[in-house]
């Protein structure tokens, strides 16, 4: 998805850089009433953009990370932030060591903080961000995630919240 | 002639001509401005150095200059804003200069208080200083905390009171309905034209005005926390009104740009910018839309409804319409073959809108929840608003700037210009090849994050990028000096003709 984005982003510039340098090529001619075939340009565009706006809110929806909060079984983690520390902790295991999650089993990471506003990232061994949601004081936000590749994860704060923000780091594994 | 050729032959040579202490204030105002401007890109380059290993800061350091970076840009900036659309209604209309050069004392002492508790005093919970942040376990002095709340409530009653001046100032002339151009949707088309730049004025200065008094009423509730630290407050709430008025004050800067677009660039094109039905749906939808938009940066809080998300993306989808297919087809039709000399006006003008449709749909693409899951506090968000900021919204003030100096260093600023767009895209690819690598925003070092292609991506593209804003930096200078080097004193300045369709009448 994040490939989508950058290859979207750079056509869309690179086509905005084109018009404007055609734009300012033209400008110089001086013809009376010249710029009548830019409203007519105008309406097609118009209806493209009204379209495009329509297909990526029917595309866009269902890819909204909220559907966790009506969702079926998962296996359910506590996420608790305090400056500048993350405390997971599966339901049900009291044990005291490393977190170990299921590998193609939906997790539920119910997350919130003791203080500030922090944000939980995971992140995978390339690098990638998955999933966020903010941990906010007073209350709890859900992020449903299903880890295909067993492996080693990791959490960064990715809300500012003072100045050991950056080392707010923590991991857990999935197998 | 043709009865338009006629209309506009008349309307280019009606001719407007400011109040020289009008001029003079704008000017006064706008080097301020653009000088803390400079000063603060300098404050960004640092950040940027520092978080490339070129330079080292604490985390301390770091995280105050950050905020002192974020809240001089966002006050300098809309400063600009106001200043612009002050200026532009001041030329026709009765308009107090009091008022300005009142704020403008506010707000050089807001800046001198928010410097003390940033530089000085290590204030650093981030502009946006979300609740409750600057109160639990800082690591900066209390006095900080209050020097700051009051600096920025300075600011804001001297934005308030520029921005009440502007409305006043219009709705005396032209009354509540017409200065929004609701005259405009009934079935007749008005017997008195509207200036475009009165609507778009209006505009501005009303939903700056709704943000500054959200930004007044939250920093009021932080002043009370840090006065009686036992009361509790939504943090939720509190990040809502937070980016009401955030997001809100920098998206109106940006339309306060376009304001003088559509009011100078008619002088330089000699083709009047008139006002329609379309127009006027057009911006009134805009206001509408920067109101709502704000519920984009409050995606990846899950507990917020989700009917207020979905109503984000739509606000913030809506409002691509009205700015490319009115505004951004308008600068087209203003400039395609109509026989333009290109200054550095003009040219700058052309450029921003360029940079504000890139970062615009860059903004979108953010905009837009399934992506916004992945990019939210990523480098891909500083990387959309200094686009449409840094190679948009700057390069019109700079634009303005020149043409109220009637500058001739033509050359001069050409050089600048460029540098400032070579340098400005530079910077901004880096914060969006950062955001591509899932490089997080805000952090003091990259260094010790356990994925080695997030740091080191981090890491290389902050040089890089620090680097890029340097000859930014200096592109930004050159124009600036080519401005006040060039410029012409309003005694030997020739009549500078105003289409009587685009400024007031």
């Given at each position: 998805m994040i490939q989508v984005v950058g290859y979207l982003a750079l056509g869309a510039a690179i086509a905005i850089a084109a018009i404007a340098a055609f734009v300012w090529a033209r400008a110089r001619q001086a013809v009376p009433d010249g710029n009548a075939p830019v409203y007519r340009v105008r309406k097609y565009y118009a209806a493209a953009l009204v379209v495009a706006m329509v297909g990526a809110f029917a595309w866009s929806l269902p890819l909204t990370p909220y559907d966790a909060l009506a969702s079926g079984p998962a296996v359910r983690v506590d996420v608790v932030g305090t400056m500048w520390s993350w405390k997971l902790k599966k339901d049900g295991d009291d044990s005291a060591g490393p977190l170990v999650l299921p590998v193609g089993t939906p997790i539920d990471f119910d997350v919130t903080s003791t203080d500030v506003t922090h944000a939980f990232g995971v992140y995978d061994e390339d690098g990638q961000l998955l999933g966020q949601t903010q941990a906010m004081p007073g209350y709890t936000n859900r992020l449903r995630l299903v880890f295909d590749e067993p492996g080693r994860f990791h959490v960064l704060c990715l809300e500012f919240c003072g100045v050991v923000h950056h080392l707010m780091l923590t991991e857990f594994t999935v197998r | 002639m043709s009865t338009t050729s006629a209309m506009q032959e008349q309307a280019w040579t009606a001719g407007a001509r400011p109040d020289p202490r009008v001029r003079k204030a704008a000017i006064v105002w706008m080097v301020t401005l653009l000088t803390a401007f400079a000063a603060m890109v300098v404050l960004g380059i640092t950040m940027r150095l520092a978080q490339g290993a070129a330079i080292n800061l604490s985390p301390n350091t770091f995280y105050a200059v950050m905020t002192m970076h974020g809240l001089g840009m966002a006050g300098a900036l809309f400063s600009a804003g106001i200043v612009v659309i002050w200026y532009l209604i001041a030329i026709r209309l009765r308009s107090s200069l009091a008022v300005m050069w009142v704020s403008y004392v506010l707000v050089l002492l807001g800046v001198i208080g928010l410097l003390v508790a940033t530089l000085?005093?290590?204030?650093?919970?981030?502009?946006?200083?979300?609740?409750p942040l600057p109160f639990v376990n800082p690591t900066w002095a209390s006095w900080t905390i209050g020097t700051t709340i009051v600096s920025l409530m300075i600011m804001g009653v001297a934005w308030l009171a520029m921005q009440l001046e502007v409305l006043r100032a219009i709705a005396s002339e032209y009354g509540l309905k017409r200065m929004f151009g609701?005259?405009?949707?009934?079935k007749e088309t008005p017997a008195e034209p509207l200036p475009a730049g009165i609507l778009i004025a209006s505009v501005c200065a009303t939903a700056g005005v709704l943000g500054t008094i959200t930004g007044a009423a939250t920093f009021m509730i932080y002043l009370f926390k840090w006065l009686v630290p036992a009361t509790q407050f939504d943090a939720l709430l509190l990040k809502n009104t937070m980016f009401m008025f955030g997001h809100t004050i920098v998206n109106v800067a940006m339309y306060c740009g376009l304001c003088a677009v559509y009011v100078l660039l008619p002088q330089y094109t000699r083709r009047p910018w008139k006002v329609n039905r379309l127009l006027v749906i057009a911006w009134n939808a805009t206001l509408v839309f920067i109101l709502f938009a704000y519920f984009h940066h409050l995606y990846m809080d899950f507990a917020q409804p989700e009917a207020i998300q979905i109503l984000g993306q739509v606000a913030s989808y809506g409002s691509a319409l009205p700015a490319t297919a009115v505004t951004i087809f308008g600068v087209g039709s203003q400039l395609y073959r109509s026989g333009i000399r290109w200054t550095l006006t003009p040219f700058s003008f052309l450029a921003a809108v360029t940079g504000w449709a890139i970062g615009g749909f860059a903004a979108l693409l953010d905009a837009t929840i399934a992506f916004n899951r992945v990019f939210?506090?990523?480098?891909w968000v500083p990387g959309h608003f200094h686009t449409y900021f840094l190679v948009g919204f700057v390069l019109i003030v700079f634009g303005f700037v020149h043409h109220i100096l009637d500058s001739r260093a033509e050359r001069m600023a050409g050089v600048g210009i460029a540098t400032m767009l070579v340098g400005g895209y530079g910077f901004v690819l880096m914060f969006y090849l950062g955001g591509l690598h899932s490089v997080p925003r805000r952090f003091a070092s990259y260094q010790m994050i356990p994925l080695p292609s997030v740091a080191e991506a981090g890491t290389r593209y902050a040089l890089y990028g620090g680097l890029f804003a340097s000859l930014f930096l200096v592109g930004a200078i050159t124009l600036l000096l080519a401005g006040l080097v060039g410029r012409r004193r309003a005694a030997t300045r020739a009549a500078t003709p105003v289409p009587e369709a685009s400024v007031g009448e």
């Open positions: - | 000085w005093g290590g204030f650093g919970a981030g502009w946006f200083a979300l609740y609701w005259d405009y949707l009934g939210h506090n990523t480098l």
